[in-house]
């Protein structure tokens, strides 16, 4: 089992940059592939980015390619999200989210493990 807590959201104009943080308990992050998923208000949970066990893969939702990365360092027990050139329909509570499977994981429902979630508000 992990435990996840989210930081680093708050409120940026847009073109802006955020960084996400994601700490992780236990000694098994290594054995947890990580993601973030999005939830923009009155919407459902939207797959954003996931990154592979060893850091070597990662995959983003289309909305998001080429503006945010994500990362980790198993080290540390985090998994980041850098958001750059952030618009005002990124606007939605940011959650960690982790997940045992092997392969490329992009629906919220397929992650076990979840954080608490952080707001991220981008102004126009």
């Known amino acids: 089992q992990v435990q996840l807590v989210e930081s680093g959201g708050g409120l940026v104009q847009a073109g802006g940059s955020l960084r996400l943080s994601c700490a992780a308990s236990?000694?098994?992050?290594?054995?947890?592939?990580m993601g973030w998923v999005r939830q923009a208000p009155g919407k459902e949970r939207a797959f954003v980015a996931t990154?592979?066990?060893?850091?070597?893969?990662?995959y983003y939702a289309d909305s998001v390619k080429g503006r945010f990365t994500i990362s980790r360092d198993n080290a540390k027990n985090t998994v980041y999200l850098q958001m750059n050139s952030l618009k005002p329909e990124d606007t939605a509570v940011y959650y960690c989210?982790?997940?045992?499977?092997?392969?490329?994981?992009?629906?919220?429902?397929?992650?076990?493990?979840w954080g608490q979630g952080t707001q991220v508000t981008v102004s126009s």
């Open positions: 990154i592979s066990r060893s850091g070597s893969n990662t």
């Open positions: 236990g000694r098994t992050f290594s054995s947890y592939a």
């Open positions: 989210a982790a997940t045992a499977a092997v392969v490329i994981v992009t629906r919220p429902n397929q992650y076990s493990y």
